[in-house]
């Protein structure tokens, strides 16, 4: 059976490139022996982006000794004797190379465009644009929403409240009423369920609202909570004698 490295049957080897330029590349590269310099570095070119005019290659043992400079573009790359587990090293030459000074690895050595708000605000089919007029066609929720949603409703709902939160029946204890900075607008109620049946420990988005155990915390709309005369249930009574 052919291994990764060797083909049954085939001469070819696979040699490990680098690149004086570029660090961080190195690729696995399968060659026949009987490709000449030139075809390798026709090869290497698309992969590295070195001209061939400007590539020179240097052969590496499989102990980092270096063994020969293929100097000679007329011969094939058998005649230097690569093995399995070489590197071929290529050198750019070229000052000017498009893989010289570290910005193919480096994008803080990019040049970045810049262009002033006044100026994006004069250009037509921009992101801004699009998403302005997009938010025209289709305001978002929250936009429709105001500081006093659902105010009316938290006039009988007090801290210290017994209450019962829908859907689901959940039991508990009202821990806050009032506008929630990190949540949507409008009003909410913090709610100290007497299961962990919540979210959280009364902290939600970074802000602290109410105190409790984790996992018994909720925050829901007042039209979720009923208060009234709800005790806490008993989880071993019986529903039927």
């Given at each position: 059976m052919?291994?990764?490295?060797?083909i049954?049957?085939?001469?070819?080897?696979v040699l490990?490139?680098t690149?004086s330029?570029?660090?961080?590349?190195?690729?696995?590269v399968?060659?026949s022996?009987?490709?000449?310099?030139?075809a390798?570095?026709?090869k290497?070119?698309?992969?590295?982006?070195t001209?061939?005019d400007?590539m020179?290659?240097?052969?590496?043992?499989?102990?980092?000794?270096?063994?020969s400079?293929?100097?000679?573009?007329?011969r094939?790359?058998g005649y230097?004797?690569?093995?399995?587990g070489f590197?071929?090293?290529?050198?750019?030459?070229?000052?000017?190379?498009v893989?010289?000074?570290?910005?193919?690895?480096d994008?803080?050595?990019?040049?970045k465009?810049?262009?002033?708000d006044?100026?994006?605000?004069?250009?037509?089919?921009?992101?801004?644009?699009f998403?302005?007029?997009?938010?025209?066609?289709?305001?978002?929720?929250?936009s429709?929403?105001?500081d006093?949603?659902m105010?009316e409703?938290?006039?009988n709902?007090?801290v210290?409240?017994?209450?019962?939160?829908?859907?689901?029946e959940?039991?508990?204890v009202v821990?806050?009423?009032?506008?929630?900075?990190?949540?949507?607008?409008g009003?909410?109620?913090?709610?100290q369920?007497?299961e962990?049946?919540g979210?959280?420990?009364g902290?939600v988005?970074g802000?602290?609202?109410?105190?409790?155990?984790?996992?018994?915390?909720?925050?829901?709309?007042p039209?979720?909570?009923?208060?009234g005369?709800?005790p806490?249930?008993?989880p071993?009574?019986?529903?039927e004698?």
């Amino acid at each position: 059976m052919a291994s990764r490295l060797q083909i049954q049957g085939d001469d070819s080897v696979v040699l490990r490139v680098t690149h004086s330029n570029i660090k961080s590349f190195s690729s696995d590269v399968r060659f026949s022996p009987q490709m000449t310099v030139e075809a390798v570095k026709e090869k290497l070119w698309k992969k590295c982006g070195t001209s061939v005019d400007s590539m020179s290659l240097e052969l590496y043992d499989d102990m980092g000794d270096k063994v020969s400079v293929l100097g000679d573009n007329t011969r094939p790359i058998g005649y230097y004797s690569p093995q399995n587990g070489f590197r071929m090293h290529v050198i750019d030459l070229d000052p000017s190379s498009v893989t010289s000074g570290g910005w193919l690895e480096d994008t803080s050595l990019v040049e970045k465009y810049k262009i002033t708000d006044e100026a994006y605000d004069k250009l037509d089919g921009t992101y801004k644009k699009f998403k302005e007029k997009l938010g025209h066609r289709y305001p978002t929720q929250e936009s429709k929403i105001s500081d006093s949603y659902m105010e009316e409703l938290c006039a009988n709902i007090k801290v210290g409240d017994r209450c019962q939160v829908e859907p689901g029946e959940k039991r508990g204890v009202v821990k806050f009423v009032g506008r929630a900075e990190t949540l949507a607008p409008g009003f909410w109620i913090g709610v100290q369920y007497d299961e962990p049946l919540g979210k959280h420990d009364g902290m939600v988005k970074g802000k602290r609202y109410f105190e409790c155990p984790p996992l018994f915390g909720g925050m829901v709309r007042p039209d979720k909570v009923k208060v009234g005369d709800f005790p806490e249930q008993d989880p071993f009574e019986e529903e039927e004698i």
